[in-house]
Every structure is written in C-alpha cells, then in structure tokens.
C-alpha cells in the first residue's frame, strides 16, 4: 500500500525560501509519476509541479523559475524547493504520486493521482 507523508511546511515572509519533502513508502520511484499541488482557502487544487519517473519536470507558469522538485530514490523522497516565496504561495501543499506512467496532459490533473499525503501547510506574510 502507498504512503505519502509531507513535512516542510511553515510561515515565512515574502522572499524567503522552504524546502518541502514527501516520503514515500509502497511506492516504486522507476516508475510512475510523482508531483505536487497545493489548495488555498475557498480555492480548487492548483498543480504546482510534477517529476516523472523518466527525470522530466514541470512547472505551473506562476512557480516557474522559482519552485524545483527533485528526487532523493535512495530516501524515497520527493522534493520541493520553493524561493522567493509571494503571499499568494500561501496554502496546503499536497504531494502526489500514480503508479502508472502519465500522458504530459494528464500531469496537471488531480484526478490522475490515486495517492495524496496529507498536506503541508505554508504560510508567506507580507
């Protein structure tokens, strides 16, 4: 059975950085997709990024070149690296993981993921 426990999560001002991990257990790191989306209050789940089991990455536009997601396979973990930190960051964080191999579109869908952890909270003040 999958397992996916998020930590990271924290208050921090505008322009600062955190660092965001997903230990996963049950789960196989060469294969599948991997990936994270976070949910602001009263908003939808927003896809923030994916990391493929083939190494490719993407990124939401308004994360680019500010948020990196990597993978530790000797730890099990999946990372996000997220700097220069806006107020409109703020939310639960949500790592993601489908056993399966996704289409590029099918990514970004929440509904292609079976497995979430629980959510990480991060918070960025102004």
């Known amino acids: 059975q999958v397992h996916l426990v998020d930590s990271g999560g924290d208050s921090v001002q505008s322009g600062g950085s955190l660092r965001l991990s997903c230990v996963a257990s049950?789960?196989?790191?060469?294969?599948?997709?991997m990936g994270w989306f976070r949910q602001a209050p009263g908003k939808g789940r927003e896809w923030v990024a994916f990391?493929?089991?083939?190494?490719?990455?993407g990124y939401a536009d308004s994360v680019q070149g500010r948020f990196t997601t990597s993978q530790d396979n000797a730890k099990n973990t999946l990372y996000l690296q997220m700097n220069s930190l806006k107020p409109e960051d703020t939310a639960m964080y949500y790592c993601?993981?489908?056993?399966?191999?996704?289409?590029?579109?099918?990514?970004?869908?929440?509904?292609?993921?079976?497995?979430w952890g629980q959510g990480t909270q991060v918070t960025v003040s102004s």
């Open positions: 049950g789960y196989s790191f060469s294969s599948g997709c």
């Open positions: 990391f493929n089991s083939d190494g490719s990455t």
């Open positions: 993601v993981a489908a056993a399966r191999s996704l289409s590029w579109w099918a990514r970004r869908l929440p509904t292609q993921y079976p497995y």
